[in-house]
């Protein structure tokens, strides 16, 4: 008998779906995009560290879960695409 595979049907991490959570909520409670700031201040409260977190939102920004907001400043915000 050959031998089964698993795969995993999700292509985000742990963390990335932490990361999702966390933006979807902040839309519906705020109704503006979430400040990367504030993204990684909620994580290292969580002990996630600031390079991961930034690994993570990219690795959203690549899958098409997160777009960067388009607002006129130096300050990187995100907006949801895709829901989880």
Same mark, same amino acid.
């Given at each position: 008998?050959?031998?089964?595979?698993?795969?995993?049907?999700?292509?985000? /991490?742990? @963390?990335?779906?932490?990361?999702?959570? %966390?933006?979807?909520?902040?839309? +519906?409670?705020?109704? =503006?995009?979430?400040?990367?700031?504030?993204?990684?201040?909620?994580?290292?409260?969580?002990?996630?560290?600031?390079? /991961?977190? @930034?690994?993570?939102?990219?690795?959203? %920004?690549?899958?098409?879960?997160? +777009?960067?907001?388009? =607002?006129?400043?130096?300050?990187?915000?995100?907006?949801?695409?895709?829901?989880?």
């Amino acid at each position: 008998m050959p031998k089964t595979f698993y795969t995993s049907f999700r292509d985000i /991490t742990e @963390l990335q779906t932490t990361i999702m959570v %966390l933006v979807n909520q902040w839309a +519906r409670e705020k109704k =503006i995009p979430i400040p990367q700031k504030e993204i990684v201040q909620t994580m290292k409260t969580r002990e996630v560290g600031k390079p /991961t977190t @930034l690994y993570a939102l990219n690795g959203l %920004l690549d899958k098409g879960y997160l +777009r960067r907001a388009v =607002i006129i400043s130096n300050k990187t915000s995100y907006v949801v695409l895709r829901t989880i």
